[in-house]
């Protein structure tokens, strides 16, 4: 089992910048990649950007340039850096941690935190 606890969300002006954070307990051992969903009133969930244990981030082109994904060095937090925010931006945004049967006690599984409200005023 993965628990992710989310923080950081909140009101900010277009323009300004927010940095979230989601926390890992539990079997992080069993944790491959990690990443951000965004979903606003009225549409669907979307990816805002990943970060796998190894290779390449991926950031959804909404968001190139102005978003930043990172891990800490355990690998147990994740944390999204949200820069020159626009109005678009607003939703709530959910952690996402991947489950592999990197070890013998490991599923294959999507854990999801609890969301965090994101809301960019113009």
């Known amino acids: 089992q993965v628990q992710l606890v989310e923080s950081g969300g909140g009101l900010v002006q277009a323009g300004g910048s927010l940095k979230l954070s989601c926390a890992a307990s539990?079997?992080?051992?069993?944790?491959?990649?990690m990443g951000w969903y965004r979903q606003a009133p009225g549409k669907e969930r979307e990816l805002v950007a990943g970060i796998p244990s190894g290779g390449s981030t991926y950031y959804a082109d909404s968001v190139k340039g102005r978003f930043t994904i990172s891990r800490d060095n355990a690998k147990t937090t994740v944390y999204l850096q949200m820069n020159s925010l626009k109005p678009e931006d607003t939703a709530v945004y959910y952690c996402?941690?991947?489950?592999?049967?990197?070890?013998?006690?490991?599923?294959?599984?999507?854990?999801w935190g609890q969301g965090t409200q994101v809301t960019v005023s113009s």
């Open positions: 996402n941690a991947e489950s592999s049967p990197v070890q013998a006690m490991c599923v294959q599984f999507d854990y």
């Open positions: 539990g079997d992080t051992i069993c944790i491959s990649a």
